[in-house]
């Protein structure tokens, strides 16, 4: 399978051309880039300018984009009003949120990309079918300005109730807006399980996020390597390589200090994912 790694690895950071330079000398052919403003600033002319000279003359490609959660350089620990959710259902302050999403979408103009990875609300946020309308009226509005740009937003299965597996489907169904899905290991682990989040989205899976973790919470560890992930991930490659052709391995994994080369360990994952999938 063709194999993206998301810079989230490294999202406490500033994104270089030097960090750039050296995940393409791993052989890695293309990367997500996490949209935090610490890292990627969607807001920041002089570094997306410099980023995208850089890409014009590389090899690698940006395959997608995070779009931001946070309008803060803090993870959003600055307070509520730093948080960027389209289930916002006050009109004013949701429009507000949506103008950063597209100023982030605008990065495609510099250095293009076929995908913007988008939430519906945020981690462990309560069902309500006000937030569903809230929803789509902002992804009415940024999937044209997205598709004038060459990008297709996709929808990540995250957990809380609105946006499961389960959820997602009924979002799509409910709204005909026709958006495809990122598929994320780690939160499908801790909602439905792999397998059966899976097998309710594998038609409009267009994109991964391949991580473990322990069922209960995000930690985005390093699979194989780090201790207390639980994903069986001979029985997940097996699932993902019944739709290969649909997307590749996308790694989007979490800084941690017990691999001071990470770039070495992302290869072994690789390298240990591919095997698992050709075991008998």
């Given at each position: 399978m063709n194999h993206v790694l998301s810079t989230h690895l490294f999202a406490n950071h500033r994104l270089t051309t030097t960090m750039?330079?050296?995940i393409q000398q791993t052989g890695i052919p293309a990367v997500e880039v996490f949209c935090a403003r610490q890292h990627l600033d969607h807001t920041n002319k002089a570094q997306v300018t410099e980023l995208g000279h850089w890409?014009?003359?590389?090899?690698?490609k940006l395959h997608s984009l995070h779009a931001p959660m946070y309008n803060d350089e803090i993870w959003g620990r600055s307070g509520p009003q730093s948080v960027i959710t389209i289930t916002e259902t006050v009109k004013g302050q949701r429009l507000k949120m949506v103008d950063q999403i597209k100023r982030a979408i605008e990065i495609a103009e510099t250095i293009p990309f076929k995908y913007l990875i988008q939430h519906i609300g945020v981690g462990g946020e309560e069902y309500d079918l006000r937030k569903f309308d809230a929803a789509f009226s902002a992804l009415e509005?940024?999937?044209?300005?997205s598709r004038q740009r060459g990008v297709e937003i996709l929808l990540e299965n995250i957990p809380n109730e609105l946006a499961s597996a389960e959820r997602l489907l009924q979002f799509v169904?409910?709204?005909?807006?026709?958006?495809?899905?990122v598929f994320d290991t780690g939160h499908a682990?801790?909602?439905e399980g792999v397998p059966e989040a899976f097998n309710l989205m594998k038609d409009r899976i267009r994109s991964t996020h391949?991580?473990?973790?322990?069922g209960k919470q995000d930690q985005h560890l390093f699979p194989f390597l780090s201790e207390g992930g639980t994903i069986d991930w001979k029985s997940t490659m097996n699932l993902l390589r019944s739709r290969e052709k649909q997307f590749p391995l996308l790694l989007e994994l979490k800084e941690q200090p017990q691999f001071p080369n990470p770039l070495d360990s992302v290869k072994e994952i690789f390298d240990r994912l591919e095997q698992q999938?050709?075991?008998p």
């Open positions: 750039l330079s050296k890409f014009r003359d590389s090899e690698l509005e940024l999937s044209l300005f169904d409910m709204t005909h807006i026709g958006l495809n899905f682990h801790m909602m391949i991580h473990d973790n322990n999938e050709a075991e």
